[in-house]
């Protein structure tokens, strides 16, 4: 049984704006440390946003002021808002709960 689905990437034009979805079961949702990851094609898988247990959050430098990571408890989903995408965010995004992940989106930005 899938535990985690995420939903939400695509094909974006310089500037647009993408919502990922990442829906768990509760028992992986309830994991302290919640994030969302990245890797690009030849590049090393990194971390984009990270929201602790204690609420903190921490974004990488390069997507500061663009992308907002969220939870939504009640439905058991972290979000990432991407808004003014650059082609140098396409990836494929992975949510990550302690130590289970997504499956991965795909996120293309291009012209």
């Known amino acids: 049984q899938v535990q985690v689905v995420e939903s939400g990437g695509g094909l974006v034009q310089p500037g647009g704006s993408l919502r990922l979805s990442c829906t768990a079961s509760g028992s992986i949702f309830s994991a302290l440390v919640k994030g969302w990851y990245r890797q690009a094609p030849g590049q090393q898988r990194e971390v984009v946003a990270v929201?602790?247990?204690?609420?903190?959050?921490k974004y990488v430098d390069s997507v500061k002021g663009r992308f907002t990571i969220s939870r939504d408890n009640a439905k058991n989903t972290l979000y990432l808002q991407m808004d003014s995408l650059k082609p140098e965010d396409t990836a494929v995004y992975y949510c990550?709960?302690?130590?289970?992940w997504g499956q991965g989106t795909q996120v293309t930005v291009s012209s």
């Open positions: 929201i602790a247990g204690d609420g903190i959050i």
């Open positions: 990550r709960f302690s130590s289970t």
